[in-house]
C-alpha cells in the first residue's frame, strides 16, 4: 500500500484502544479493596476511572470506598503496592487485543508508516503486555505514563513519541478512546481519531474534540491511508 500523502507516523494508546484491559485491571482493583477490608465494586464502574494512570486510579477508587472521602498518603500508599503486585501476577492474563487492531497494525506498517504507543499506563506494565500479546514488535517507540514527569492529558508524551519516531506532530496522527488522548494529542499539534469502544471516563466519545471517530484500528489506517 503506497505512504500517506498527510502522515508519518501513528500513535496508538493502550488501554481500550489497542487492548480490553478492563477485566485484569477491575481483578487486581478488587483484590486490593478486598486485602483492605472494603467492599468490591464493579468491573463497569472501576473502567470510569481508567485513563489518568494508576495513581489517579488509586486515589478515585479509594475515595469511592469510604464514601467520597480522600485517602491519606499512608492508605494511598498501602493500596498502591497491594494493587501493583496484584496486576502483576495477572497482568495480560484476561485482556484481549479489540478486533481490527492487527489488521489495522499491518495497513499502517505497510504504508511505511511510523508507530509508537502513548500509554498512561506505568512502564512495568506496558512493556510486559506488550511483549506478551506481540503487539511491541510493530512498535518504533513506547512512552508510557512515568517515561515523563507529566502525562496526557498533558502534550509532553505526544510530543516525545514524535521525536523518537523521527516525525513533526503536524504529520502525525493519534488514535485514542479518551478525553485524555484528545487533550494531549491536540495540544501537541498532531491529528486525533477516536474509538467509540475504549472507556472514557463514562462519557460518549462524542462530546471530544477529534478529527474523527472510526469504529476500529483498521478503519484508523484507512482514514490515514486517505489522506
Ligand atoms: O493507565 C491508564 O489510566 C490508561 O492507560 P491508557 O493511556 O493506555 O488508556
Ligand atoms: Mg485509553
Known amino acids: ?17 489497542l487492548m480490553d484491559t478492563i477485566p485484569d485491571l477491575a481483578i487486581a482493583v478488587n483484590a ?19 485513563g489518568k494512570g494508576s495513581d489517579n486510579l488509586m486515589r478515585r477508587i479509594l475515595a469511592t470506598a469510604q464514601g467520597g472521602k480522600p485517602a491519606s498518603e ?3 500508599l498501602r493500596g498502591r503496592d497491594i494493587y501493583y503486585a496484584e496486576y502483576h501476577k495477572i497482568n495480560g492474563d484476561n485482556a484481549i ?15 511505511g508508516l511510523k508507530m ?12 510486559p503486555l506488550l511483549e506478551r500479546t506481540g503487539l511491541l514488535r510493530f512498535m518504533d517507540g513506547v512512552v508510557c505514563g512515568d517515561t515523563l514527569p507529566e502525562r496526557k492529558p498533558h502534550p509532553a508524551p505526544m510530543l516525545h513519541a ?4 523521527g516525525s513533526q506532530p503536524v504529520r502525525t496522527c493519534a ?33 471530544l474534540d477529534v478529527d474523527a471517530i472510526v469504529d476500529s484500528i483498521d478503519a484508523a489506517a484507512l482514514w490515514v491511508a486517505a489522506r
Open 1 to 17: 500500500m503506497p505512504a500517506s500523502k498527510s502522515y508519518d507516523a501513528v500513535l496508538l494508546d493502550l488501554d481500550g484502544t
Open 32 to 50: 486490593m479493596l478486598t486485602q483492605l477490608d472494603f467492599a468490591t465494586m464493579p468491573q463497569a464502574e472501576i473502567s470510569t476511572y481508567i
Open 116 to 127: 509508537a504507543v502513548v500509554t498512561n499506563k506505568n512502564t512495568e506494565f506496558t512493556m
Open 74 to 76: 499512608e492508605l494511598f
Open 175 to 207: 488514535v485514542g478512546d479518551s478525553i485524555n488522548d484528545a487533550l494531549s494529542a491536540r495540544a501537541a499539534g498532531c491529528s486525533v481519531l477516536a474509538v467509540p469502544y475504549g472507556y472514557n471516563e463514562g462519557q460518549s466519545v462524542h462530546t
Open 162 to 165: 514524535c521525536s523518537l519516531l
Open 97 to 111: 487485543i479489540f478486533d481490527g487492531v492487527i489488521p489495522g497494525l499491518e495497513r499502517i506498517q505497510s504504508m
